[in-house]
């Protein structure tokens, strides 16, 4: 008991008062001040330092010259402290103060500068209390008083005066009175035998749970000789938060430094969230928090790319909560720091109309306008091998699969390249201007026409004795701008219309030149494997070109698979190289309506399962730039990407690609 009353202030409510003789006192008539705060003392709790205040006393010195005969003062004279003095005292045990209550007095302190000072001193005969009061409490978390709440009794079950005072308790807890008085600190209070009190123990808000409900413990100070001190275990249930989320992803792309995202709580309890697992490179606006039950809130997640290593980052967050049903929701976040080497981009001077690339030799043909001329442009040693001109602008190009030969379409002509000599060795006038051009067999090619030609049929030419012939018509006529593309290594061509839906899946066997089969489905743009085995089309599905040469009763052909997960719509450009045993597609970065940011991805040519992301500089001479087209180059430790940017300004970046 010694160590916790000497520190415990007391403010008791008499209960059963015996008053001892203060004769003495009445001697004193002069007294200049007194103290509301007195010393309270069992003969029981022996010498201990009690406090007194005198608000008017400061520093001063003080001697104590009047004490009741029971009160034994071990400091006659001290000094005060800042109005505060320390006397160490103790009662004697008196035989008529045996009855069970408190015996008021006085003692009487002279201090300096002051005067004499009537200081109440009490003497306490106990009895025999004992305390009973309850181990664990829980507050449960009510939502429409907002807060929690749970009852404290506290008995005084045996033979005496029960003194008690909470000695500790949880910051989140206030402890009310009956009737709504908060119970001061540091207060010890008077329980008669064999009665009660019922405290009021609410959550007070102070302290924000980090994890999940909060724990605790209050500890009661009594008088009971065999529990001073009594612990009660408290905790605050949160009730039944539920946590709801729209987004799992924040991506920040090429340039975004800013994502929000919002997170709810849709339960009837107190949710506790905090944000784990962040990157150097980002931040949060807030990492911790507690959402009330129907309520929403924004974070704000930063990216710093300053922070990032170069190329694409990818890192898992997790949001963790005490929603028992989702403790930990996992969030990725991408983001992309692409830093250019100057010295990987060549400009190329003109608007680049066509392009193709010779993969044995590593080759990259380019034909542009403005000036109008083919290019042969050196993947290896990243220079223009040769050049030429050409009479007028060029709107497409083909290559032979020898490499020997190449055909460019003009505005109403066809020009025919000896590429050994790099030099035109005819040229031969059409109707119209081309839109396309492709090779066929026995030197023939095949074109389409560039104006909106409506239902025409394939029409070929003789490069030899400039004789046309004209595919009988079958099933599903040509319409407008047509792409026509040779399969790699097998004798047929495939047409697909560009501006009319379905685009159509017709093909043409170019040894007769007649129409072979004909689907009525949608491919849009396509393009072919290097062995010419596999379409792929622009809606991310491939087919086997086997399956195109089979006759179907419906007009439909079905794929044998897609990319996975398939690239945002829509798709710009696609290449395919065996060395790398990679597919590469050119989409838009996102599904969003409008995004102008384009992106390459890399695919396993073997389950065309997704690889990689590759980014290249998005601004060009200052102005904001896209690429068009993508080729893999070498072994497949490059790419060769042919880009333009606002002002049309075309050139060819080269990117590494890393295993």
């Known amino acids: 008991m010694k160590p916790l009353f000497q520190y415990i202030s007391a403010a008791f409510f008499c209960i059963t008062v015996f008053s001892c003789s203060n004769s003495f006192l009445n001697e004193e008539s002069d007294l200049s001040t007194n103290t509301e705060e007195g010393i309270f003392l069992s003969p029981q709790w022996g010498a201990a330092d009690y406090s007194v205040r005198v608000p008017t006393a400061g520093n001063a010195k003080f001697s104590v010259t009047k004490v009741p005969d029971w009160l ?133 808000g102070a302290s924000l749970p980090t994890e999940g409900d909060l724990q605790g413990k209050i500890v009661i100070a009594s008088n009971d000789k065999n529990h001073s001190e009594t612990t ?18 924040l991506d920040f792309g090429r340039t975004e430094t800013v994502q929000a995202m919002e997170i709810f709580n849709q339960g009837a309890g107190l949710l506790v969230w905090n944000v784990e697992s962040l990157p150097e490179w980002l931040s949060v606006s807030d990492s911790v928090g507690v959402l009330s039950p129907y309520s929403w809130k924004t974070l704000t997640f930063t990216c710093n790319r300053s922070l990032m290593p170069d190329g694409q980052q990818s890192q898992t967050i997790y949001l963790k909560t005490n929603d028992k049903n989702n403790p930990s929701y996992a969030i990725t976040v991408t983001a992309v720091h692409y830093i250019s080497n100057p010295e990987n981009i060549r400009a190329i001077e003109g608007i680049v109309t066509d392009a193709r690339l010779d993969k044995t030799g590593g080759i990259l043909y380019l034909t542009t306008s403005q000036p109008n001329r083919l290019l042969a442009y050196n993947t290896k040693t990243k220079t223009i091998d040769r050049e030429l001109a050409l009479s007028k602008a060029p709107t497409c190009f083909s290559l032979s699969e020898d490499g020997h030969q190449a055909l460019i379409g003009h505005s109403g002509l066809i020009s025919c390249v000896d590429m050994n000599v790099f030099s035109v060795t005819k040229t031969l006038d059409v109707n119209y201007d081309i839109f396309d051009i492709e090779w066929g067999a026995d030197n023939w090619c095949c074109y389409a026409p560039g104006q909106e030609v409506q239902h025409y049929v394939l029409q070929w030419k003789n490069l030899d004795t400039g004789e046309t012939y004209d595919t009988p018509y079958s099933y599903g006529y040509l319409y407008g701008k047509t792409l026509i593309k040779k399969m790699p290594n097998k004798d047929y061509i495939v047409a697909s219309r560009l501006i009319i839906s379905p685009s159509g899946i017709t093909v043409f066997n170019i040894q007769d030149r007649s129409q072979a089969q004909y689907f009525h489905q949608d491919i849009g743009n396509f393009w072919f494997s290097f062995d010419g085995n596999y379409l792929f089309s622009s809606w991310s599905e491939i087919y086997r070109t086997s399956s195109l040469l089979i006759p179907s009763s419906d007009l439909i052909v079905s794929p044998i698979a897609a990319f996975s997960p398939s690239p945002p719509y829509p798709i710009y450009w696609i290449d395919h190289q065996a060395a790398s045993r990679s597919v590469w597609v050119l989409s838009t970065s996102n599904d969003y309506y409008g995004s102008s940011q384009r992106e390459i991805r890399q695919y396993e040519d073997n389950d065309f399962t997704y690889v990689k992301t590759y980014y290249y500089e998005e601004s060009y001479k200052g102005y904001p730039a896209q690429a068009q087209y993508v080729f893999a180059i070498g072994d497949g430790s490059g790419l060769a990407v042919i880009k333009n940017n606002s002002a049309n300004d075309w050139a060819i970046e080269h990117i590494t690609v890393t295993k």
């Open 72 to 204: 034994k003062v071990n400091t006659s004279t001290g000094q005060f402290n800042n109005d505060v003095a320390i006397i160490n005292c103790s009662a004697s045990l008196r035989s008529d103060f045996s009855a069970i209550g408190f015996y008021y007095a006085s003692m009487i302190l002279d201090i300096e500068g002051i005067g004499k000072c009537l200081v109440p001193v009490t003497y306490i005969s106990e009895g025999n209390p004992g305390i009973e009061t309850e181990t664990d409490i829980t507050l449960e978390y009510n939502y429409y008083g907002s807060g929690g709440y749970a009852p404290l009794n506290i008995k005084n079950t045996g033979e005496g005066i029960l003194l008690w005072g909470i000695m500790e308790k949880p910051e989140w807890i206030t402890i009310h009175l009956p009737g709504g008085t908060a119970f001061p600190d540091h207060t010890l209070y008077p329980l008669p035998q064999q009665s009660g009190i019922t405290l009021d123990l609410l959550y007070s």
């Open 232 to 249: 009660v275990n408290v905790s605050f249930s949160l009730g039944t938060p539920s946590l709801n989320c729209y987004t799992d992803r």
